[in-house]
């Protein structure tokens, strides 16, 4: 089943202490994307990835890390989480050459006491 | 860049009422639209896109060059329609950072 798949799906942290949350999809998009979601404010993109090794910045990328090592995978690393990180994030891909529709992951809720 | 706006954030309507989501867009170029759609505790999916002209779960969306609009429309709102509803831009088409409107929540009550 082609899919997007986030871990976890629920974290509670507490500030400064480093966490990822990882991103695999399985149908060979070049595209990949995290946003984080929050009330009145929709979604905003913070790192995207053109493809393997291609990064670039977002909207919000302040306090977010990400890394593209293989095709499949695009984790956000969060090295020193704050209260203002506590949000819904989603991973998205897609292809860059055709309908342009995104397909998202189940979203982390991510709690940072 | 290609950007969207939708001005509402919430829209309250009763059951059987007409719905109509607002979505403007301000890119040049041939546009395509896409509205996804998020129910309550779930990933965003894929509603219905401009190109293909077609209408899901009873929506539509027509796109108006001329108010540069695409507006999601329903003719009588279900219960099971309340969600966050979202316009975008495609990946596609020179810009790699569809950015999103800010989504409107639709709550259709009984």
């Known amino acids: ?113 | 860049a290609q950007r969207v706006t939708q001005p509402e954030k919430l829209l309250s309507v009763f059951k059987g009422a007409p719905v109509e989501l607002k979505c403007n867009y301000s890119y040049s170029g041939s546009p395509e639209l896409f509205w996804y759609v998020q129910y309550s505790r779930q990933r965003l999916q894929l509603l219905l896109r401009h190109i293909s002209r077609e209408s899901i779960k009873g929506f539509t969306a027509d796109l108006n060059k001329g108010e540069t609009s695409f507006h999601l429309k329903k003719p009588f709102a279900q219960e099971e329609d309340s969600a966050m509803y979202y316009c975008a831009p495609p990946l596609s088409g020179g810009s790699y950072i569809p950015t999103f409107g800010r989504g409107t929540s639709l709550i259709v009550h009984p």
């Open chain 1, 1 to 113: 089943e082609a899919q997007v798949t986030q871990n976890p799906r629920y974290l509670i942290t507490v500030t400064g202490k480093k966490l990822t949350v990882t991103c695999s999809q399985n149908m060979n998009h070049e595209y990949m994307s995290w946003y984080r979601q929050d009330p009145g404010l929709g979604l905003r993109q913070i790192y995207y990835s053109m493809n393997v090794e291609v990064t670039d910045k977002g909207d919000v990328p302040e306090g977010y890390k990400v890394s593209r090592k293989e095709k499949r995978n695009f984790p956000l690393i969060l090295e020193s989480p704050s209260p203002n990180q506590t949000s819904l994030y989603f991973c998205a891909s897609s292809v860059t050459q055709g309908t342009g529709e995104l397909f998202f992951g189940e979203g982390s809720r991510l709690t940072v006491l």
